[in-house]
Structure formats: structure tokens, C-alpha cells
């Protein structure tokens, strides 16, 4: 039987890669993105190299009905999710007094708040059934403080809280809650947030690669996967418990420097 996975910021990067593997394996897809003509084109290309169904939803993720609005819609065409992917989210760079607020706010609400919304309108479906999985996209900086990425870094700190809080909850259910932490990442995210420009980005994974270690990490319901970190990143973040906080600031403020 096959599964349906509903995979938000589903047009492009991690997103993309997220839908190519589960069309791959032979499950269906729920696209959602705010690019009708990116999810246009994703559609094409999985129906005609798989024998899946791809369904298609243009939403904003800013706005607060949007989450009510997608479960309502699949609701309504008999469209049941097997898998949800809350992969949708931005960030930004610049010191957050001088940012725009309205695009930190936007931030929040794509990062943040969809996401809770989202799981909050699709879990008790899971429950019912006694199956079902989630895979929450955070990242390798919700493990310690943003100076100049702020917001960006607050949001990814509640992603990663939020989804293995309820790992915690979930346990027994037979529905598991993944959070994945990639590192940099080559996508047009690094590009339009200005973050490629940043130390961080020397060494960027593939969305191929990020997205494959998730997906694998969500099918066999662990709490949560580091991925596309080189080693050195990797021993970095190990030793952030052991910083004091005032080098660990400094360090990362620095590396946000373009």
C-alpha cells in the first residue's frame, strides 16, 4: 500500500530532494509551496518517473489559516497523510534591531508557528490510527546562539525542543517524531537569506545528501539526525557545552560576518 508524505517548501532544495526520494520508494506526494510553477514543474517530473500520484497545494506558510486550510483541503478530497515533512522555513542575516521586523515576524510564523499548526492539525489523525511519522527540519545552529542570525537561530532552537519533546510523548503510539539538523546546506535558502556568504558556508552539503540521511533517520524513528556536518563541524559542536558563553558568542558572530 502506498504511503503519502505531505512535504512543505516541497518546490526547491531539501524540499525537492524530500519528494524525489518518497516518489522513488513508490509513495504519493502532497506538494506544498508558495511557487506555483516550481510545483508545476516537480509534479511533471515525478508522475512521469514514477507510477505515483503527485497533489499539488499553493500556500503561504505566513499566513496563520494556511495550516488549517491545507488539512481542511485533504480532508475534504479523502487524501490521507502517512508522512508529514514540515520542511518550509527561512532565515537572515543582520543584527536584529536593524532587521526588517516584518520579514524576522514571517520568520517566525513559517518556522515556528506553521510548523506547531501543522502537526497540531495532522497528529491526532496518526494517533488514532496508531501509525504515522513526522520529520521536523531544524538545524545544526539550534544547539547554540545566533549573534546576527538571532531569530533565525531562536526558531531552529524551538524546532529542535519542540520535536523531541514530543519523541517524548509519542513513545508507545506507534507514531515517531524526528527533528533533522542539517549543517550548511547548497540551496537557494543560503542564497536568498545572504547566509552563503557567511564563514559557515564554506563547505556546504548536497540537499540530495541532507534530505536522504533525514528521510532514512525518519523511517526508522529516531529522535533526531546531524546531518551533512564535515568532521570538523562535527567536533565543534561537540565541544559547545564546554565554551564559555562569552568565546562561544564572540566565535559565532564572528563567522556571520560576511
Wanted: proline share 3%; aromatic share 8%; no cysteine.
Amino acid at each position: 500500500m502506498k504511503t503519502t508524505a505531505l512535504i512543505t517548501g516541497a518546490a526547491s532544495g531539501i524540499g525537492k530532494e524530500f519528494a524525489r526520494i518518497h516518489a522513488e520508494k513508490g509513495g504519493n506526494v502532497v506538494a506544498v509551496d508558495m511557487n506555483a510553477e516550481g510545483l508545476k514543474t516537480l509534479k511533471s517530473e515525478l508522475e512521469n518517473l514514477y507510477n505515483i500520484e503527485v497533489y499539488t497545494i499553493v500556500k503561504n506558510l505566513t499566513q496563520l489559516t494556511a495550516p488549517q486550510e491545507i488539512h481542511d483541503e485533504l480532508k475534504s478530497h479523502d487524501i490521507n497523510v502517512d508522512y508529514l515533512i514540515n520542511n518550509a522555513g527561512f532565515g537572515g542575516v543582520g543584527a536584529f534591531h536593524e532587521r526588517d521586523w516584518n520579514k524576522d515576524l514571517a520568520m517566525i510564523q513559517v518556522n515556528v508557528i506553521a510548523l506547531t499548526a501543522l502537526t497540531r492539525q495532522f497528529l491526532p489523525d496518526f494517533v488514532a490510527r496508531d501509525s504515522g511519522r513526522i520529520l521536523n527540519v531544524s538545524s545544526t545552529v539550534s544547539l547554540l546562539p545566533g549573534p546576527m542570525q538571532a531569530v533565525y537561530f531562536a526558531t531552529k532552537a524551538y524546532v529542535t525542543s519542540f520535536s523531541n519533546a514530543l519523541s517524548g510523548e509519542l513513545s508507545g503510539t506507534g507514531v515517531s517524531m524526528t527533528a533533522l539538523l542539517p549543517g550548511a546546506t547548497k540551496t537557494a535558502f543560503g542564497e536568498s537569506s545572504g547566509m552563503n556568504k557567511t564563514a559557515i558556508y564554506k563547505q556546504p552539503a548536497s540537499a540530495h545528501e541532507v534530505a536522504l540521511e533525514g528521510y532514512t533517520a525518519m523511517e526508522e524513528g529516531k529522535i533526531e539526525v546531524i546531518a551533512g556536518l564535515p568532521w570538523e563541524q562535527k567536533m565543534e559542536l561537540a565541544f559547545i557545552p564546554f565554551v564559555p558563553k562569552k568565546a562561544l558568542l564572540n566565535r559565532v558572530k564572528k563567522q556571520q560576518s560576511h
